[in-house]
C-alpha cells in the first residue's frame, strides 16, 4: 500500500512539473530588432513631439516619422513591439527599394 501512494506521488509530481514547464516554453515576441534599430528624439521643451528615425545596421537613415500629441512610454511592451515592427516593414521596404522611405501616415501607441 505504501509503494502504490508513493508512486503515485511521484506521478503527480511529474504530471505537474510537466505542465509548468510547458507554460514557460510558449512563444514570447522579443522587443530587441533583429536587423536595424530605431532612435527616438524628444525636444525637452515640448515632450509630446518625438521623432523617429530608423536606422540599418550600417548606421543609414532609412526613415522618419514625427509624432505628435502622444508621449512616446518605451517601457512598455507593446509600443516597443509596434516600434520593431515599423523598423521591420522600413527594412524591406528600403532592401526592395534601396531609397529612403516616405513618412508613415499613421502611428498607434496605445
Not at 505537474?16 to 530587441?32: E, G, P, R, W
Not at 526592395?96 to 498607434?108: A, G, L, Q, T
Amino acid at each position: 500500500m505504501k509503494k502504490s501512494s508513493a508512486l503515485f506521488g511521484i506521478a503527480t509530481m511529474l504530471v505537474l512539473l510537466s505542465n509548468s514547464s510547458a507554460s514557460f516554453a510558449k512563444s514570447k515576441k522579443n522587443t530587441i530588432p533583429v536587423n536595424g534599430f530605431w532612435q527616438l528624439v524628444t525636444n525637452k521643451n515640448e515632450k509630446k513631439t518625438t521623432l523617429v528615425q530608423f536606422y540599418t545596421d550600417d548606421k543609414v537613415l532609412i526613415a522618419e516619422v514625427t509624432i505628435t500629441g502622444i508621449r512616446l512610454n518605451t517601457k512598455k511592451k507593446k509600443v516597443l513591439l509596434q516600434l520593431n515592427d515599423k523598423l521591420e516593414k522600413a527594412i524591406i521596404a528600403w532592401d526592395e527599394k534601396n531609397i529612403v522611405w516616405p513618412r508613415i501616415r499613421y502611428f498607434r501607441a496605445y
